[in-house]
């Protein structure tokens, strides 16, 4: 069982950076493909990026692009996000997922239902 953990989430400023990170309690990070998806309250669950899982392939989403930016420490087990130029829009949970390898189609990278395991979230909130 592939259990997810988010970290990082805290309140930031207009323009601040921030790192969130997700770590696994079972086992090896490097196995999966991995996302992190944001949902605010009475929205859907939206794609921030995607990685492979040797960190070669990333993609974001439109609103994010240029400002986030995805990584991941397969050594350490550990999923990335830096958050740069924060904006109000945004505040929202952060969730990281991890997909199957054995059912993952890389032209979903985008599609929540592509992932299998997520973590519970971190709460990040801009204030401006």
Known sequence: QVRLQEY???LAQVGDSLRVFCTTSGGNLGRFPMGWFRQSPGKDR???ASISREGGHVHYGDSVKGRFTISRDNNKNVLYLLMAGLQPDD?????????????????????????????????VTVSS
């Open 91 to 123: 505040t929202a949970v952060y969730f990281c997922a991890a997909a199957d390898p054995s059912t993952y189609r890389a032209s979903n990278y985008f599609n929540a239902e592509t992932y299998a395991h997520w973590g519970q979230g971190t709460q």
């Open 8 to 10: 990082g989430g805290t």
């Open 46 to 48: 939206d794609f921030v």
